[in-house]
C-alpha cells in the first residue's frame, strides 16, 4: 500500500515538474495570468510557471503583421472612388506595458483588425471628400502620410505600430473613367492641333523670310546691274567724246570744218534709224533750216558733254 501511495506521488511530482515549464518560440511573448488577473510575461525561451495557478492567457506575435483592405470614398464632385491597399503594421516594442496594451485593449485579434480597418478607411474617407475626383489620381502619397498622421496616436495606445500603407490601385466608376479617356484624348487633339498649327505658321514665316530675301537680293541684284549699265553708258559717252575730239582735232590741224564729223553723224544716224527701224515711221526734218537747227543741236550737246 505504502508502494502504490509512493508511486502516485512520484507521478504527481513529475507532471509538477513538466507542467511547470512553458517553451516560448522566437517571435512571441506570452501574457500569464494569475486566477484571470495578469501576473507577468514570458519571452522566448524555456521559462517557468507555477502548474494549475498560472495560466498562459494571450501568446502576442512581435512580427510584422499585414493586411490587405478595399473600401469605398465619395469625392468632393461625388465620385466614387475605390482603393485597394496593404497595410503592414507591428507590436511597437517587447516592453511589459506595451504587451499589456496589446494583451487586454481588445477581446480578439479579430477586434483588433476590425478597429483598425475601419479607422484607416475613416480617415482616407475623411481626405477623399475634400478633394476633387480629378485630384485624387495625384494624390496617393499626400493620402498616405494624411492616414499616418491620424492613426499613429490611436496605434499607439493600442500598442502598435504603422510601418506602412501602400495604395496599390485607385478605380473609378466605368462611366468616369470612359469620361477621363475622353477627356485625355481631346487634350492630346488639342496639344496636336496646336504643334501642328505652330509648325505651319514656322514653314509660312521661313517661307515670307526666304521671299523676302530672294526679293532683297534680286533688288540689289538690279540696283548693281543698273549702276553698271550706267557706267557703261557714261563710258562709252566719254570714249565718243575722246573720239570726237581727236578726230576735230586732226581734221583742225589739216585745215578741214569740223561740222562735216557732225555731219556724218547726221547720216550715221539717217542709216541707223532705216535698217533697224523695223517699220517705224519716223519724220525728220530734211530742210536746209532743220539741219541747220538739228546741227546746232548736236553741237551744244557735244560742247555740253566736252
Not at 494583451?103 to 480597418?117: E, G, P, R, V
Not at 540689289?220 to 557714261?234: D, S
Not at 582735232?249 to 553723224?265: H, P, Y
Amino acid at each position: 500500500m505504502d508502494s502504490l501511495v509512493n508511486y502516485w506521488w512520484v507521478l504527481i511530482l513529475v507532471f509538477f515538474v513538466f507542467s511547470s515549464w512553458v517553451t516560448v518560440n522566437q517571435g512571441y511573448i506570452y501574457v500569464i495570468t494569475l486566477f484571470g488577473k495578469y501576473r507577468r510575461i514570458l519571452p522566448p525561451g524555456l521559462n517557468f510557471k507555477i502548474p494549475w495557478l498560472e495560466q498562459v492567457s494571450k501568446r502576442i506575435s512581435i512580427q510584422n503583421r499585414s493586411v490587405e483592405l478595399e473600401f469605398q470614398a465619395v469625392t468632393a464632385d461625388q465620385a466614387n472612388v475605390y482603393f485597394k491597399s496593404m497595410l503592414l503594421y507591428a507590436v511597437q516594442n517587447a516592453d511589459e506595458e506595451t504587451i499589456k496594451r496589446v494583451a487586454f485593449k481588445f477581446i480578439s485579434d479579430k477586434d483588433l483588425m476590425q478597429a483598425l480597418t475601419r479607422t484607416i478607411e475613416g480617415s482616407i474617407r475623411s481626405f477623399v471628400a475634400t478633394k476633387k475626383q480629378a485630384e485624387i489620381l495625384g494624390l496617393r502619397k499626400e493620402i498616405v502620410e494624411f492616414v499616418k498622421d491620424q492613426i499613429d496616436h490611436s496605434l499607439e495606445e493600442w500598442g502598435y505600430h504603422l510601418m506602412d500603407l501602400q495604395i496599390n490601385d485607385i478605380t473609378f466608376d466605368q462611366a468616369i473613367i470612359d469620361s477621363m479617356s475622353k477627356v485625355v484624348a481631346s487634350n492630346n487633339l488639342k496639344a496636336a492641333a496646336e504643334n501642328e498649327g505652330q509648325a505651319l505658321l514656322i514653314t509660312k514665316t521661313k517661307a515670307a523670310e526666304a521671299e523676302g530675301n530672294a526679293i532683297k537680293i534680286s533688288a540689289e541684284a538690279e540696283r548693281e546691274a543698273a549702276r553698271l549699265r550706267g557706267q557703261g553708258v557714261a563710258l562709252f559717252r566719254e570714249e565718243v567724246a575722246k573720239g570726237m575730239s581727236e578726230a576735230a582735232e586732226q581734221m583742225k590741224k589739216a585745215n578741214l570744218d569740223t561740222n562735216v564729223i557732225l555731219f556724218s553723224m547726221w547720216t550715221e544716224a539717217l542709216k541707223n534709224f532705216a535698217e533697224v527701224g523695223k517699220g517705224n515711221v519716223i519724220f525728220l526734218d530734211g530742210s536746209a533750216q532743220g539741219m541747220d537747227a538739228t546741227m546746232k543741236q548736236i553741237q551744244a550737246l557735244m560742247l555740253k558733254q566736252s
